[in-house]
């Protein structure tokens, strides 16, 4: 199944969850999420992480000065939860418009997770005021018990703590972050208006196998790990099925070729150089092109209250390759869909 249209014309898109990094990797991935979106919420797992409203700021301004100059490009920071988080701050960071959401990382789930939170209960204080002023959260939703089956962490983290959370704080926007699961699909259509779902482009093109494909491929994996083939289809319908619930979010984590492939190697699928090309691609094969633009450019602002971009981007059919690697910070990272292509291309305003 695919659309039968060549070419499409949608308002400019915003990624709602995106890694930059800093230093020299910042100045080699920036240009490429601002090349493409408006707007985006930047991930702050840094070492150390974003934690104070100043250190957004000092963050933000690096990110604008490794664009070139009059980007028109606006960076949404995000305060890292910790345990001690603190109410005030995170209040007036958010009422300077230096916060615009605040990132829930429960410890030892991911990347530059060791700060984050290890109990939702010592954040509450935190959480009722976020919820008071309508600031959002955004949850990386896995528990990390080495118990609990890696592609069941998900799953259970909606039964143990993302359930109980919404019922403690009804009136608190949520955005359930890269979901990976029918589960996740199904509770987020399940909740209120005020609890929303991100997808990356990768989750809604390989399942787990991909890891295995031939041998092992450190480049399909990622956190929270791709799942079964029943759950990227649920993923897929979710993204396609016009819902104001669903929105476009990258979750593009770079990191250097030699770190992911490694005895140990990180998590994280670098896509941001074909973003909106491999979300087309979806939305083309599910016939689903008129509800791109919803997805990429509408129900992620609308969710936040802020305004549509004016800018429009066309796509259109055509041959594109994606190289086998990129160079970036004196190493080179491998690009989601590395050595094929993909069959969208944007074309140049
Ligand atoms: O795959 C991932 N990579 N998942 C995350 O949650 C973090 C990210 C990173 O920062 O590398
Ligand atoms: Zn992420």
Redesign the pocket.
Known sequence: MTDTRDRITIRRPDDWHV?LRDGAMLAAVAPFTAGQFSRAII?P?LSPPVTSAAGAAAYRDRIMAALPAGCDFTPLMTCYLTDDADADDLASGHAAGIFTAAKL?PAH?????AHGVTDVAHIMPVLERMQVIGMPLLV?GEVTDGDIDIFDREAVFIERILAKLIRDLPGLKVVF??ITTEQAVQFVDGAGPNIAATITPHHLHINRNAMFAGGIRPHA????VAKRERHRLALRRAATSGSAKFFLGT?S???EIHAKESACG????FNAPYALESYAAVFDEEAALDRLEGFASVHGPNFYGLPLNDAMVTLHRAENPVPDDIEAAGSRLVPFHAGSGLAWKILPS
């Open positions: 890694h991930m797992n990382y789930a991911t990347t530059n997770s990386h972050e890269h994996y990622c956190l929270p979750d984590a770079p990191h990180c998590a994280g699928i």
